[in-house]
């Protein structure tokens, strides 16, 4: 079984950054190396929605349109851990961030999520 516990949400103004973390453990942590890693958002009243994913190697990332240009997605395999950098955030960009484990052809293809999900981190963007 593998964990995954995200963090690094908070509040900020509008124009500001978070840098998110997500960090997995547990019995077969070792599998996280070899698997995509996507982040999903969900705002109050909406569907959980794609916002990145990154290949298992780190060399192939895909965004949604919303956020290209705004948003960084990275990973350390070493440390078992993916971050997701957000930059000039607005208010729509509010909403519970949460990281998954997936194909990265899935998340490229229509923004399929794995089976895999972190509880999320709260982001919330003050106007």
């Known amino acids: 079984q593998i964990q995954l516990v995200e963090s690094g949400g908070g509040l900020v103004q509008a124009g500001g950054s978070l840098k998110l973390s997500c960090a997995a453990s547990g019995r077969t942590v070792s599998s996280f190396s070899s698997a995509a890693v996507g982040w999903f958002r969900q705002a109050p009243g909406k569907e959980r929605e794609f916002v990145a994913g990154?290949?298992?190697?780190?060399?192939?990332?895909t965004y949604r349109n919303s956020v290209k240009g705004r948003v960084t997605i990275s990973r350390n395999n070493t440390k078992n851990t993916a971050y997701l950098q957000l930059n000039s955030l607005s208010p729509e960009d509010t909403a519970v961030y949460y990281c998954?484990?997936?194909?990265?052809?899935?998340?490229?293809?229509?923004?399929?999520?794995?089976?895999?999900w972190g509880q999320g981190t709260q982001v919330t963007v003050s106007s």
């Open positions: 998954n484990l997936g194909y990265y052809s899935d998340y490229v293809k229509d923004g399929s999520p794995g089976a895999y």
């Open positions: 990154i290949s298992w190697n780190g060399v192939a990332t």
